[in-house]
């Protein structure tokens, strides 16, 4: 048997206890280490409960309400901090994964096409809205599609004119666009109608108006009944639409190999007084036709090739080549 003042004893110390422990509840460890003391199966509460049956029959109720009350008081510290220190964790974890969309972004600059890529796709436009396909040939080419089908025959000066840069005694890099002519009729009947842009190679020492690396045009159109007055046509259609209007076009005489009779193409800004060349062009020579098996008798055709980088610098009036390739953005960011 117990007595009921010694239960009551009992109960204050662990009165005490609870009430000195409170300060020390500051996390959620600590709070769970008192839930386990005090309120768990076999905490120092439950562990006075297990007294009651010891305690006299006509004082058991009043015991049962004196530890109901201990347990209650137990149940409202650990239920007040366990509020308190949640709340608390929460706020640390919201400011821990705050985003301050008021911070500057991080500044990625976006890239544009090279003002030599948007003159090309300028070019290239015009004629696909006139009906001509865009063509491709090798930068590395054979001497017979640079040469002898165009016409230059090894032992020809014309040959010296284009400063070529050989890989082996037969393979070289090509000097200009032409021989994608040939591979083209190589492989098609005629009516022809291309264009073909690419980059071309001579052995010329970079300066203002020549670089070793540079981008050209060639345009053929083979069929029935063409003849130089269609090709005066196209290129007055090309200088409007890519110059603009009331520029005049002026044709004359020139020599290429591979073109007869042969032209270079002047143009005049309106108000201007000087013509101004801007490609090289002419009827194409029956022995081209014939080396790619055209009967001349039967097609005639036109070609023309012009400089990409000459077409933008008179555009924009760009006044050295080397810009093109130089990388400079203060230059580049301008188109
Ligand atoms: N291939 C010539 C050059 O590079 C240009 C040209 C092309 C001339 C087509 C006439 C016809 O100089």
């Known amino acids: 048997m117990i007595e009921l003042t010694e239960l009551r004893n009992r109960i204050s110390s662990v009165e005490d206890d609870l009430k000195s ?37 006509g004082e058991r109720a009043t015991a049962g309400k004196l530890l109901n009350n201990l347990k209650q008081e137990a149940n409202a510290i650990f239920a007040s901090r366990q509020e308190d220190l949640g709340s608390a964790a929460l706020d640390q974890q919201i400011a821990s994964e705050r985003i301050d969309v008021t911070l500057p972004g991080v500044y990625h600059p976006l890239g544009h096409k090279h003002v030599l890529t948007q003159v090309q796709q300028e070019i290239e436009s015009i004629f696909l809205r006139m009906g001509f396909d865009v063509a491709a040939g090798p930068e590395i080419e054979d001497e017979y599609h640079n040469f002898e089908a165009l016409n230059i025959p090894a032992d020809h000066p014309a040959r010296d004119d284009w400063d070529t840069f050989y890989i082996d005694d037969k393979t070289l890099l090509r000097p200009h666009t032409s021989p994608v002519q040939i ?69 004359s005489g020139d020599f ?44 005639t055709g036109f070609a023309f090739g012009l400089g990409i980088e000459r077409m933008a610098m008179l555009r924009y009036g760009i006044d050295d080549i080397r810009l093109f390739f130089g990388n400079d953005l203060r230059f580049i960011t301008q188109f």
């Open 183 to 251: 591979r083209v009729m190589e492989e098609t009947q005629p009516p022809v109608r291309i264009i073909c842009p690419g980059r071309c190679y001579r052995r010329d020492t970079q300066d203002a108006t020549h670089s070793p690396v540079f981008h050209q045009v060639e345009l053929l159109w083979v069929e029935e009944g063409l003849s130089l007055a269609n090709l005066k046509y196209l290129l007055e259609v090309f200088i409007h639409e890519f110059f603009g209007e009331g520029y005049e076009t002026r044709l």
């Open 256 to 299: 290429f190999p591979f073109t007869e009779p042969s032209v270079q193409v002047h143009m005049r800004a309106p108000r201007a007084k000087d013509w101004l060349e801007i490609m090289g062009a002419g009827m194409v020579d029956p022995a081209v036709l014939t080396n790619v098996g055209y009967d001349p008798e039967v097609v």
């Open 21 to 57: 422990r409170v300060q020390t509840l500051n996390t959620l460890d600590a709070l769970e280490a008192f839930r386990i003391e005090f309120l768990g199966r076999k905490g120092k509460i439950s562990e006075l409960f297990k007294l009651l049956g010891q305690i006299e029959q």
